[in-house]
């Protein structure tokens, strides 16, 4: 059973320096919260994954929480660049990143096999790309049945995968409805997880065939209101478009990236603190 | 621009008369893989005109989706709420792209080579790029997956290169047959749509060559926006320009988007 926690006890407990991390939601529900807590907590030589590693990701490797990322697209959607990402592939700041990059049909497939329990994913992908040439975890096999030549990765097995969803019932059973990206199969593949929630409420009122997560197959349920921010968590909270165009001179320079981080997230208690504390700047920049 | 004026006297933006040509070949009742940006915007133009019955997927789950506004990223709520269904990542690549449901995967680029390879990733070399760029994204197997691909993007010098310094996602490699050889399903790209005109693949060669001219523009121009000894085609045409139809329907939309995002709809990924 999922125990439903403080968010601070929960990245406390279940996220460990040098573990896999994957932070997912595919531009919807993205564990924003979650992500200022490992920073918080000062969590070192992670192993990122993500499909689509945005500002989550920039503001973790920017704060120097991560050795490695795998991912399959970088960038901060519809505004341009991760400058922090880019810092670091580029210039090794303020450490140096390895990558691993694949596509999304590629990493959307690892994440299937590593919920399924096998060592690696199978696909027609890849075919004529130069990416087999520079991540050598892209490799090709023959079909045992045709000859066929298919590509396979190694799956993808979180220590432990974080996710944002909109509500939990008091037992940890947690609905997600939306766009739904990897999340599922994220939680599934990985050995613990935490699922940050914008309620709990008595009783889902989930349709047979709803996007549901059993308590059971949860490690932690932690109640968040707005933990998505700036993403959004549909039925609760639009995308803040401000902010993610905001981000881009934020991030561009190291000394405002970092005096941005300190006043937002190292000196605040939690995300509630981070939201007081960002309405206040806004107002100052406005 | 009212709507009623004469199509002759049109002003249009070379942005618009891309985005309109680039719409145009989207026909009713096509299953399209959109991309975010200008192939977003292109397929969504033809869905308020001449295609209303175009399907569009989106990779970030939505099936069908018919969104008031364009979107800013590639899963904003209003794909999923118009949408006739939503499914999973892991499905819109598994059943629908690589089970063989896409008629066009409509695709934005960084940089193409003269056969219609893309390149997202880097530029310079990969482990010490000059530009690091987001990367990969769907485009490899939309690329190779569905039955026909358009490109759309703007074409300079910096964008259409001779040789690419990373290939992404393939167009027809080196040319001629080696996109069959090297066993990938899928026709191919069949049109790259520009600000400058359309180029289509020779049929034997599978060289881009221009085929079709936007009105006011030189070839001399098209040559000079282009990194390699660009081929014309010897019956070249002149792009047909925008309709007023079609340029009231895309003014609006990006109006009504600006209002609701503060922004024309650029987009990404995410």
Same mark, same amino acid.
């Not at chain 1, 490992?38 to 704060?63: F, K, S, W």
């Not at chain 1, 561009?252 to 990236?257: A, G, I, N």
């Not at chain 2, 997202?120 to 994204?137: M, N, Q, S």
């Not at chain 2, 000079?224 to 609006?252: F, H, M, V």
């Given at each position: ?96 990143? +390895?990558?691993?990059?694949? #596509?999304? /049909?590629?990493? !959307?497939?690892?994440? &299937?096999? $590593? ?5 690696? =994913? ?87 065939? +709803?996007?549901?997560?059993? #308590?059971? /197959?949860?490690? !932690?349920?932690?109640? &968040?209101? $707005? ?5 959004? =968590? ?53 | ?270």
């Amino acid at each position: 059973m999922a125990n439903i926690t403080p968010l601070r006890e929960a990245v406390a407990s279940l996220v460990h320096d040098g573990d896999t991390v994957a932070l997912e939601g595919f531009t919807h529900l993205i564990p924003h919260a979650a992500g200022h807590e490992i920073v918080r907590q000062g969590r070192r030589d992670l192993t990122l994954v993500r499909m689509t590693p945005d500002l989550i990701y920039d503001q973790l490797i920017g704060m120097g929480c991560a050795a490695k990322l795998i991912f399959s697209w970088g960038g901060n959607p519809g505004v341009g660049s991760l400058h922090r990402f880019r810092d670091a592939v580029e210039q090794g700041w303020p450490q140096r990143l +390895a990558i691993e990059e694949h #596509s999304h /049909a590629g990493m !959307a497939n690892a994440y &299937v096999a $590593g919920a399924s329990n096998l060592p690696f =994913a199978l696909l027609r992908g890849y075919t004529g790309s130069d990416l087999p040439k520079v991540n050598p975890n892209i490799r090709f096999v023959e079909c045992p049945f045709t000859g066929e030549k298919l590509a396979a990765i190694p799956s993808v097995r979180p220590d432990v995968t974080v996710i944002h969803a909109q509500k939990a019932d008091r037992r940890g059973n947690v609905l997600i409805w939306g766009i739904l990206g990897v999340q599922k199969e994220a939680v599934l593949a990985a050995k613990r997880s935490i699922v940050t929630v914008e309620e709990i409420v008595d009783d889902l009122e989930a349709p047979p065939n +709803a996007c549901v997560l059993p #308590s059971w /197959a949860l490690s !932690a349920v932690c109640p &968040v209101p $707005g933990g998505a921010y700036p993403s959004y =968590a549909q039925g609760y909270s639009e995308r803040d478009n401000r902010f993610y165009k905001a981000w881009d001179p934020i991030a561009r320079s190291r000394e405002t990236f970092q005096a941005w981080m300190q006043r937002h997230v190292l000196d605040t208690d939690d995300f509630a603190g981070f939201r007081r504390v960002l309405a206040e700047s806004m107002k100052e920049t406005a | 621009m009212p709507a009623e004026a004469n199509a002759e006297t049109l002003d249009f933006t070379a942005t618009e008369i891309m985005t309109v040509a680039a719409s145009r070949l989207l026909k009713d009742g096509t299953v399209c893989f959109v991309g975010i940006g200008l192939p977003s915007t292109a397929a969504n133009l033809a869905r308020l005109t001449h295609a209303p019955d175009v399907v569009l997927i989106y990779e970030s789950g939505p099936i069908g989706a018919k969104p008031t506004v364009l979107p800013l990223s590639i899963g904003d709520g209003d794909l999923a709420l118009t949408a006739d269904t939503v499914v999973g990542t892991p499905e819109i690549f598994r059943y629908w792209l690589q089970g063989g449901r896409i008629d066009v995967g409509f695709l934005g680029a960084a940089q193409v080579d003269r056969f219609a390879n893309i390149n997202t990733t880097v530029i310079g070399p990969y482990d010490t790029p000059k530009v690091r760029l987001p990367g990969a994204g769907g485009a490899p197997e939309i690329a190779s997956q569905a039955k026909e691909v358009f490109i759309v993007l703007k074409q300079s010098p910096k964008a259409f290169v001779a040789k690419l310094p990373f290939v992404t996602s393939a167009g027809y490699l080196d040319g001629g047959d080696a996109r069959a050889r090297a066993g990938i399903p899928g026709a191919g790209p069949t049109a790259v749509i520009t600000d400058l005109g359309i180029l289509t693949p020779d049929p034997v060669t599978k060289e881009l060559t221009l085929t079709s001219i936007h009105p006011g523009v030189t070839v001399e121009q098209v040559k000079a926006a282009t990194g390699w000894e660009l081929k014309i085609a010897p019956d070249l045409k002149t792009t047909e320009i925008p309709d007023a139809g079609a340029l009231a329907a895309l003014r609006d939309l990006q109006a009504r988007t600006a209002a609701a995002h503060g922004q024309a709809g650029g987009g990404g990924e995410g």
